[in-house]
């Protein structure tokens, strides 16, 4: 299950709850992926599925391979730098910037750094958070590392990306 954190919830009686999250709060989900770490920040759940809200702690080498999907994809980098390449063309993205994935279009990112990236992920509308969940791990906080797979694992989960991927979306591209 994915859970965003509820904390400090404002019931003023006039629409929604205000929704407060803290990505040190070990109560939401905590998604080791590719190496990557993924913090599930708003889900869908959160927002009758318009969108969701994913912090990401990208490692050394870390990032997805080639992929696109039909929903918006937004990233806003917060510490580091990250290379994206997005159709075809790779550029550098550095703290402080912002980086918008149009529907369907081929794109992934790197770190090419020697530093962790953060970087915060929203998507419109919700429903990457769930893939994420899905072919992830859980793990015990934002700053945890995701576990490595390697051989017939790697291998098993790849399998597993490549099954689960088109229910949620999202196309696998050739690297």
Do not use: K, W
Not at 16 to 31: G, N, R, T
Not at 44 to 61: E, F, H, K, Q
Not at 80 to 95: P, Q, S, W, Y
Request: net charge negative; hydrophobic share 40%.
């Amino acid at each position: 299950m994915i859970r965003a954190a509820n904390l400090g919830v404002h019931q003023s009686g006039h629409g929604p709850e205000l929704l407060v999250a803290d990505p040190a709060d070990p109560l939401l989900s905590h998604i080791g992926l590719v190496g990557d770490t993924y913090t599930v920040l708003v889900s869908g759940a959160d927002t009758a599925s318009r969108y969701c809200l994913i912090d990401m702690l990208i490692p050394p080498g870390g990032g997805p391979g080639p992929h696109r999907h039909d929903f918006e994809e937004m990233f806003t980098i917060l510490q580091g730098e990250v290379e994206f390449t997005f159709r075809g063309d790779a550029r550098t993205v550095t703290a402080g910037q912002t980086v918008n994935i149009p529907a369907n279009a081929p794109h992934f990112f790197r770190n090419v750094s020697d530093s962790e990236v953060r970087m915060l992920c929203m998507c419109a509308p919700a429903g990457q958070e769930a893939f994420f969940a899905a072919v992830g791990d859980p793990v015990d906080s934002r700053t945890a590392s995701a576990p490595l797979l390697e051989g017939e694992a790697l291998e098993e989960r790849m399998r597993q990306f490549a099954e689960l991927a088109p229910q949620y979306r999202t196309e696998l591209l050739p690297s």
